[in-house]
């Protein structure tokens, strides 16, 4: 019997419910039996931790026991007790626990008995213990419970043995059902899956059947549909191209195509025109023929069979749409014939595939296109022949008029050509005079290029000579400058000596010379100084800080220089500021515009008796021709005036109205000249309205904005830098405030007794307030200096918490303010905030400034360095890190350096250090290259590239002989380098003192010897030997007595060879100091000679130079000088500079 489709679908559904049914019942019997074994094996694991838990509190009872007979201690006695409860208790636990296992049972009691006796024994132990240890010794050597503990570890390996050999089995029993379980699942899951797939390929059969059939009826159906559609098309009388137009819509429609072509035979040749087309871009309907053979309507058509293409190379056609272009999937090319010649091709292109069914509908349609395109190739060609015809007829006569209009052109043109070429003859004519006359001008062209050529060459000769005469101008300033400065520094330094009188030798009258010497001396040196500023004008040489300058500044500096002076001579002073046109700041070089402004006012006064009048004003003129904004600065007087004949006279260098005038009132007749130059490299003028006896009127045109195109026309050779903030070197040395001054503006007359205090070491005024206004916001009282000597005085006298400190000051620069400082005990400990717009924060920072900040900064810098100050000064401890391997020598360090104050941390590796650093903030480091895991200079590599460590102090204390190259590695990456040597402690000391601002009165008294003992100059400077270079007899002189006065022995040499012998024949010198200017071997090359003999590559050299010239520092640095000081020599910062590289 033949089953039904439903009833085979019923009969799968059924067997495949019975097996699930059968596997559901295997699967929760052998869950249930894997729960059961899961217990059993959970209890095994639970007696096993119970048998655990009484073996460890055995141990625990015997190890309670033993501590307290060694050591008697009650403490043994509670883990004792504690342990030996638990004992029993784990005991009852296991016991309840194998209460279905007789032999565990038995050996439980054995275990429970042996526990009593062992608990019995070292009771017995403790109590004999408490009253006599030799008793309890005899008990313990016994071994009666080293016995007892055996047997009972013995019977608890036994019952454990017992319980894994259980586990063992049940293990094995569920890994048994888990097996048999997974093998009858897998067996009835492909019984389920057998008779799934015999009933789907049933169903399968069946519908593949049905479908087929249907499938191709309707195919049938569509074919015939097709055709007949296309033949209504192709009826009536239509031309070739719109009857291939129809049959290629047609069938690209139909077949669902998206491109089509159709293609016919051209004239009977054996090639194929494009007659139709559907949906083909417009630049492709115009290809050439295609011939029989070429691609693939070419090849259809030469084989006479259809051709399907698949893969579609690039530059086919493009399907097109609103949205862009692609290339079809499939293209087919389907020839049609008619008696047995090929009509045309039809090409269709799809972006899916033809399948069969469309291929047979091409091949069924292929003859009725091939008739009807026959038919109307028939019609068209008999009508085209009707057509040329006529139209030949039309074009014979067409030609004959044509031939006529040709003849009359040609006798026109003939006329024409003969009147051209008698035009060309004049022309001729006419250029060969114009040659001619070209001839004559270019020879003259190259005449006076030759003249322009000899005239540049003149000039390059005549550019040669001044460059020479300006370089021999040079050389003869430098000179002279040396030549004047060297017995000038015997004068000043002799004359300060005499006036000091220490030895009280000279009566008051002599001491007065001395200083009327030591004066006149200086006034002497500010000649020099403004000859070498008129020949650097002069030179064109002179260097510009552009930058803002505000206009109250400078009538700050103006008035604080003057006011004093007016007072002195009764002049009534004045400042008249139009502050409703002149902006608040002007762009220009502020030191050469307060340079003028000094000069012109030091005049008015000068030349103004008592009772007159001075005044400054400041306004704004009208633009200038070239339209520039200017400002105006005129200083006004009433004094004797200047006739007109003189007032051009005035303004050249050493010129004054007369002689009697200079006879009175004294001076250079340099000014003037000076100031009209540096106006006009500021690129402004000055004018002069003055009248004899009535008084005069100065007045400075300066633009508001700097321009260096405004001093281009003058072929003046200025140096520009623009910054931020200006600087300012005063050429003027204020007058020295008192110390209680009741006048001054800071707190030097308020401080009381707990009063904690800040020096503020600043020369531009403005700043200063603005950094008194912060102190005072901070609850500090302040305290302004605007010298640097200044500054170590009331440092000395007012002992502040901080100081702010700007580097470039009148008198003394803050290098040399910190060096004394730093070098004295009393004041060392004090920090130092740096504020400068000099960027000297290396230097700054070796010398033992706390912080450097550049200027200009913003009101978040200097809180944030304020905040600094008060952290460090709250702290009572500070913390230092010693980063050494060798643990004796770490040890060391922190027994030479801890104190009260000072909290020493230890790191033996680089990496630990580094992480202590990011953990904790420290005060100072000291690093020791050698480490075991990093070199050092990784270590320090690692801390400058840190932006929360880059700031702290570091040290390094190494014994190993540095390299040059390490040196300048080192240079950049620590503060400080200490040798280890005999002496390094004591300089180690010392620099961690210094780094770590500690108070030296608070340390120990031996540290306070050592480091008094460093500093103290008598001890620092007393019996070092010193070479004096210098080829001045009068200069060794002067120097030689005041450097013997502090207990120095000198030896001189009257020129740099001379000291390079002496050096090689007696080499234990100490330190040398070193002319520059001098006969047979100079300052320099006696240097590179001295740096050549490796055993002086460290001799400390100081230089003593006229510093005549820009860069004679840097150029003493860079030939290996060690550091440098200008003529006129100070004998205390001379003395100050040598203690510090003598203690180096």
């Given at each position: 019997?033949?089953?039904?489709?439903?009833?085979?679908?019923?009969?799968?559904?059924?067997?495949?419910?019975?097996?699930?049914?059968?596997?559901?019942?295997?699967?929760?019997?052998?869950?249930?039996?894997f729960?059961?074994?899961?217990q059993?094996?959970?209890?095994?694991?639970?007696?096993?931790?119970?048998?655990?838990?009484?073996?460890?509190?055995?141990?625990?009872?015997?190890?309670?026991?033993?501590?307290?007979?060694?050591?008697?201690?009650?403490?043994?006695?509670?883990?004792?007790?504690?342990?030996?409860?638990?004992?029993?208790?784990?005991?009852?636990?296991?016991?309840?626990l194998?209460?279905?296992?007789?032999?565990?049972?038995k050996?439980?009691?054995?275990?429970?008995?042996l526990?009593?006796?062992?608990?019995?024994?070292?009771?017995?132990?403790?109590?004999?213990?408490?009253q006599?240890?030799e008793r309890?010794?005899?008990?313990?050597?016994?071994?009666?419970?080293?016995?007892?503990?055996?047997?009972?570890?013995?019977?608890?390996?036994?019952?454990?043995?017992?319980?894994?050999?259980?586990?063992?089995?049940?293990r094995?029993?569920?890994?048994?059902?888990?097996?048999?379980?997974?093998?009858?699942?897998?067996?009835?899951?492909?019984?389920?899956?057998?008779?799934?797939?015999?009933?789907?390929?049933?169903?399968?059969?069946?519908?593949?059947?049905?479908?087929?059939?249907?499938?191709?009826?309707?195919?049938?159906?569509?074919?015939?549909?097709?055709?007949?559609?296309?033949?209504?098309?192709?009826?009536?009388?239509?031309?070739?191209?719109?009857?291939?137009?129809?049959?290629?819509?047609?069938?690209?429609?139909?077949?669902?195509?998206?491109?089509?072509?159709?293609?016919?035979?051209?004239?009977?040749?054996?090639?194929?025109?494009?007659?139709?087309?559907?949906?083909?871009?417009?630049?492709?309907?115009?290809?050439?023929?295609?011939?029989?053979?070429?691609?693939?309507?070419?090849?259809?058509?030469?084989?006479?069979?259809?051709?399907?293409?698949?893969?579609?190379?690039?530059g086919?056609?493009?399907?097109?749409?609103?949205?862009?272009?692609?290339?079809?999937?499939?293209?087919?090319?389907?020839?049609?014939?008619?008696?047995?010649?090929?009509?045309?091709?039809?090409?269709?292109?799809?972006?899916?595939?033809?399948?069969?069914?469309?291929?047979?509908?091409?091949?069924?349609?292929?003859?009725?296109?091939?008739?009807?395109?026959?038919?109307?190739?028939?019609?068209?060609?008999?009508?085209?022949?009707?057509e040329?015809?006529?139209?030949?007829?039309?074009e014979?006569?067409?030609q004959?008029?044509?031939?006529?209009?040709?003849?009359?052109?040609?006798?026109?043109?003939?006329?024409?050509?003969?009147?051209?070429?008698?035009?060309?003859?004049?022309?001729?004519?006419?250029?060969?005079?114009?040659?001619?006359?070209?001839?004559?001008?270019?020879?003259?062209?190259?005449?006076?290029?030759?003249?322009?050529?000899?005239?540049?060459?003149?000039?390059?000769?005549?550019?040669?000579?001044?460059?020479?005469?300006?370089?021999?101008?040079?050389?003869?300033?430098?000179?002279?400058?040396?030549?004047?400065?060297?017995?000038?520094?015997?004068?000043?330094?002799?004359?300060?000596?005499?006036?000091?009188?220490?030895?009280?030798?000279?009566?008051?009258?002599?001491?007065?010379?001395?200083?009327?010497?030591?004066?006149?001396?200086?006034?002497?040196?500010?000649?020099?100084?403004?000859?070498?500023?008129?020949?650097?004008?002069?030179?064109?040489?002179?260097?510009?800080?552009?930058?803002e300058?505000?206009?109250?500044?400078?009538?700050?500096?103006m008035?604080?220089?003057?006011?004093?002076?007016?007072?002195?001579?009764?002049?009534?002073f004045?400042?008249?500021?139009?502050?409703?046109?002149?902006?608040?700041?002007?762009?220009?070089?502020?030191?050469?515009?307060?340079?003028?402004?000094?000069?012109?006012?030091?005049?008015?006064?000068?030349?103004?008796?008592?009772?007159?009048?001075?005044?400054?004003?400041?306004?704004?003129?009208?633009?200038?021709?070239?339209?520039?904004?200017?400002?105006?600065?005129?200083?006004?007087?009433?004094g004797?005036?200047?006739?007109?004949?003189?007032?051009?006279?005035?303004?050249?260098?050493?010129?004054?109205?007369?002689?009697?005038?200079?006879?009175?009132?004294?001076?250079?007749?340099?000014?003037?000249?000076?100031?009209?130059?540096?106006?006009?490299?500021?690129?402004?003028?000055?004018?002069?309205?003055?009248?004899e006896?009535?008084?005069?009127?100065?007045?400075?045109?300066?633009p508001?904005?700097?321009?260096?195109?405004?001093?281009?026309?003058?072929?003046?050779?200025?140096?520009?830098?623009?910054?931020?903030?200006?600087?300012?070197?005063?050429?003027?040395?204020?007058?020295?405030?008192?110390?209680?001054?009741?006048?001054?503006?800071?707190?030097?007359?308020?401080?009381?007794?707990?009063?904690?205090?800040?020096?503020?070491?600043?020369?531009?005024?403005?700043?200063?307030?603005v950094?008194?206004?912060?102190?005072?916001?901070?609850?500090?009282?302040?305290?302004?200096?605007?010298?640097?000597?200044?500054?170590?005085?009331?440092?000395?006298?007012?002992?502040?918490?901080?100081?702010?400190?700007?580097?470039?000051?009148?008198?003394?620069?803050?290098?040399?303010?910190?060096?004394?400082?730093k070098?004295?005990?009393?004041?060392?400990?004090i920090?130092?905030?740096?504020?400068?717009?000099?960027?000297?924060?290396?230097?700054?920072?070796?010398?033992?400034?706390f912080?450097?900040?550049?200027?200009?900064?913003?009101?978040?810098?200097?809180?944030?360095?304020?905040?600094?100050?008060?952290?460090?000064?709250g702290?009572?401890?500070?913390?230092?890190?010693?980063?050494?391997?060798?643990?004796?020598?770490?040890?060391?360090?922190?027994?030479?350096?801890?104190?009260?104050?000072?909290?020493?941390?230890?790191?033996?590796?680089?990496?630990?250090?580094?992480?202590?650093?990011?953990?904790?903030?420290?005060?100072?480091?000291?690093?020791?290259?050698?480490?075991?895991?990093?070199?050092?200079?990784?270590?320090?590599?690692?801390?400058?590239?840190?932006?929360?460590?880059?700031?702290?102090p570091?040290?390094?204390?190494?014994?190993?002989?540095?390299?040059?190259?390490?040196?300048?590695?080192?240079d950049?990456?620590?503060?400080t380098?200490?040798?280890?040597?005999?002496?390094?402690?004591?300089?180690?000391?010392?620099?961690?003192?210094?780094?770590?601002?500690?108070?030296?009165s608070?340390?120990?008294?031996?540290?306070?010897?050592?480091?008094r003992?460093?500093?103290?100059s008598?001890?620092?400077?007393?019996?070092?030997?010193?070479?004096?270079?210098?080829?001045?007899?009068?200069?060794?002189?002067?120097?030689?007595?005041?450097?013997e006065?502090?207990g120095?022995?000198?030896?001189?040499?009257?020129?740099?060879?001379?000291?390079?012998?002496?050096?090689?024949?007696?080499g234990?010198?100490?330190?040398?100091?070193?002319?520059?200017?001098?006969?047979?071997?100079?300052?320099?090359?006696?240097?590179?000679?001295?740096?050549?003999?490796?055993?002086?590559?460290?001799?400390?050299?100081?230089?003593?130079?006229?510093?005549?010239?820009?860069?004679?520092?840097?150029k003493?640095?860079?030939?290996?000088?060690?550091?440098?000081?200008?003529?006129?020599?100070?004998?205390?910062?001379?003395?100050?500079?040598?203690?510090?590289?003598?203690?180096?």
């Amino acid at each position: 019997m033949k089953m039904t489709l439903d009833k085979k679908i019923q009969a799968g559904f059924i067997s495949c419910s019975m097996v699930l049914l059968v596997v559901a019942i295997i699967s929760f019997r052998n869950s249930e039996k894997f729960v059961d074994t899961n217990q059993w094996v959970n209890h095994t694991h639970e007696v096993l931790y119970e048998f655990d838990q009484v073996l460890v509190n055995s141990v625990n009872v015997e190890t309670g026991a033993r501590g307290f007979v060694i050591t008697g201690e009650e403490s043994y006695l509670e883990p004792f007790s504690t342990s030996k409860a638990r004992l029993f208790d784990h005991i009852r636990k296991v016991k309840e626990l194998t209460r279905d296992n007789p032999g565990q049972q038995k050996n439980i009691d054995d275990i429970e008995r042996l526990a009593t006796a062992q608990i019995s024994h070292h009771e017995k132990t403790i109590e004999a213990r408490k009253q006599d240890f030799e008793r309890a010794s005899q008990i313990v050597v016994a071994g009666e419970g080293k016995r007892l503990e055996d047997e009972l570890r013995k019977m608890i390996d036994q019952a454990k043995g017992i319980e894994q050999s259980l586990l063992a089995q049940r293990r094995q029993a569920s890994e048994d059902d888990a097996r048999n379980f997974n093998l009858i699942f897998i067996v009835l899951m492909l019984v389920i899956v057998g008779v799934l797939i015999v009933v789907y390929f049933i169903i399968a059969t069946n519908l593949r059947a049905l479908k087929k059939a249907e499938t191709e009826t309707a195919h049938k159906n569509w074919s015939l549909t097709g055709s007949a559609d296309l033949v209504k098309r192709m009826q009536g009388n239509k031309p070739v191209g719109e009857l291939s137009e129809a049959i290629i819509n047609h069938l690209a429609v139909y077949l669902n195509a998206h491109i089509g072509a159709i293609y016919l035979v051209d004239n009977g040749d054996p090639s194929l025109r494009l007659t139709g087309w559907h949906a083909i871009d417009k630049s492709k309907k115009e290809l050439p023929a295609v011939r029989f053979g070429e691609g693939l309507v070419g090849q259809a058509a030469a084989e006479k069979r259809t051709i399907e293409l698949t893969h579609i190379a690039p530059g086919y056609f493009n399907l097109h749409t609103g949205f862009g272009e692609a290339l079809p999937k499939n293209i087919i090319a389907v020839p049609f014939v008619f008696e047995n010649a090929v009509v045309g091709v039809i090409e269709l292109g799809s972006m899916h595939d033809f399948d069969d069914l469309k291929k047979q509908f091409l091949q069924l349609v292929t003859d009725s296109i091939a008739i009807g395109v026959t038919s109307s190739q028939a019609r068209e060609k008999t009508k085209e022949l009707l057509e040329e015809t006529q139209r030949q007829a039309e074009e014979l006569t067409v030609q004959q008029e044509e031939l006529r209009q040709s003849n009359d052109e040609l006798h026109a043109k003939t006329e024409l050509l003969e009147r051209s070429e008698l035009e060309l003859k004049t022309q001729q004519e006419e250029l060969r005079q114009a040659n001619e006359e070209l001839g004559e001008k270019a020879d003259l062209l190259e005449y006076q290029k030759e003249k322009l050529e000899n005239a540049k060459a003149e000039i390059e000769v005549k550019a040669g000579e001044i460059e020479v005469t300006s370089k021999y101008k040079s050389e003869f300033l430098a000179n002279m400058s040396h030549e004047l400065r060297t017995p000038l520094n015997s004068i000043l330094i002799l004359a300060q000596l005499l006036a000091e009188n220490k030895n009280n030798v000279l009566g008051k009258k002599e001491t007065e010379y001395a200083r009327n010497i030591h004066n006149s001396g200086t006034d002497l040196l500010n000649l020099i100084n403004e000859i070498l500023d008129l020949s650097k004008v002069e030179a064109g040489k002179m260097e510009l800080d552009i930058a803002e300058v505000t206009l109250q500044g400078i009538v700050s500096n103006m008035s604080a220089l003057f006011s004093e002076l007016a007072k002195e001579k009764s002049i009534d002073f004045a400042i008249d500021v139009d502050t409703h046109s002149v902006p608040p700041a002007i762009k220009t070089d502020k030191q050469r515009v307060e340079q003028v402004l000094k000069n012109l006012l030091s005049n008015a006064f000068k030349f103004t008796p008592a009772g007159g009048k001075v005044t400054l004003k400041i306004d704004r003129p009208l633009p200038s021709a070239e339209g520039v904004s200017q400002i105006a600065f005129s200083v006004t007087d009433t004094g004797i005036g200047i006739t007109r004949d003189k007032q051009g006279v005035i303004f050249e260098a050493f010129q004054q109205a007369d002689g009697s005038t200079k006879r009175k009132y004294g001076g250079t007749g340099l000014g003037l000249s000076i100031s009209r130059e540096l106006v006009h490299v500021l690129g402004g003028k000055i004018q002069l309205e003055s009248e004899e006896g009535r008084g005069s009127t100065f007045t400075v045109y300066l633009p508001l904005h700097f321009d260096p195109a405004l001093i281009v026309s003058e072929n003046k050779q200025v140096e520009i830098k623009e910054k931020q903030s200006p600087k300012i070197e005063k050429k003027v040395k204020p007058e020295e405030m008192p110390l209680d001054d009741t006048h001054a503006t800071d707190d030097r007359n308020r401080i009381h007794e707990n009063d904690k205090v800040i020096l503020i070491i600043e020369d531009e005024e403005a700043f200063a307030n603005v950094l008194l206004d912060f102190v005072r916001e901070r609850k500090y009282k302040g305290i302004i200096a605007r010298q640097g000597n200044t500054g170590i005085s009331y440092a000395r006298h007012f002992k502040p918490d901080a100081i702010l400190l700007d580097m470039k000051l009148p008198v003394m620069d803050g290098d040399e303010v910190l060096k004394l400082i730093k070098n004295d005990p009393d004041l060392r400990h004090i920090p130092i905030q740096i504020i400068s717009a000099f960027d000297k924060k290396k230097e700054g920072l070796e010398l033992g400034a706390f912080d450097y900040i550049k200027k200009p900064v913003t009101t978040q810098e200097l809180r944030k360095a304020f905040d600094r100050i008060e952290n460090f000064a709250g702290k009572k401890t500070k913390k230092l890190l010693i980063i050494e391997d060798n643990e004796q020598h770490n040890n060391a360090i922190r027994e030479l350096i801890g104190n009260g104050d000072v909290t020493c941390f230890s790191a033996y590796e680089g990496a630990k250090a580094y992480k202590m650093m990011e953990e904790e903030p420290f005060d100072c480091i000291i690093v020791d290259l050698g480490l075991p895991d990093m070199s050092g200079f990784e270590l320090l590599e690692k801390i400058r590239g840190n932006d929360n460590l880059n700031k702290i102090p570091v040290v390094v204390y190494t014994g190993r002989d540095l390299k040059k190259d390490e040196t300048t590695r080192l240079d950049r990456l620590a503060n400080t380098v200490v040798l280890k040597t005999a002496d390094s402690k004591e300089r180690l000391l010392d620099e961690t003192i210094l780094f770590l601002h500690r108070v030296e009165s608070r340390l120990p008294k031996e540290k306070q010897t050592i480091i008094r003992k460093l500093h103290k100059s008598d001890e620092v400077l007393k019996n070092k030997k010193i070479l004096l270079v210098d080829d001045d007899i009068r200069n060794i002189y002067s120097l030689t007595n005041a450097l013997e006065e502090e207990g120095l022995l000198c030896t001189t040499a009257e020129n740099g060879k001379v000291a390079v012998d002496t050096l090689m024949s007696n080499g234990s010198f100490d330190l040398v100091l070193m002319d520059i200017m001098m006969p047979e071997m100079d300052g320099y090359e006696a240097t590179l000679a001295i740096r050549k003999i490796p055993k002086f590559d460290k001799l400390p050299i100081i230089a003593l130079t006229a510093k005549a010239m820009k860069g004679d520092k840097e150029k003493c640095l860079a030939v290996g000088m060690s550091d440098y000081i200008s003529k006129p020599v100070n004998i205390e910062q001379l003395l100050s500079l040598m203690r510090v590289w003598l203690y180096r």
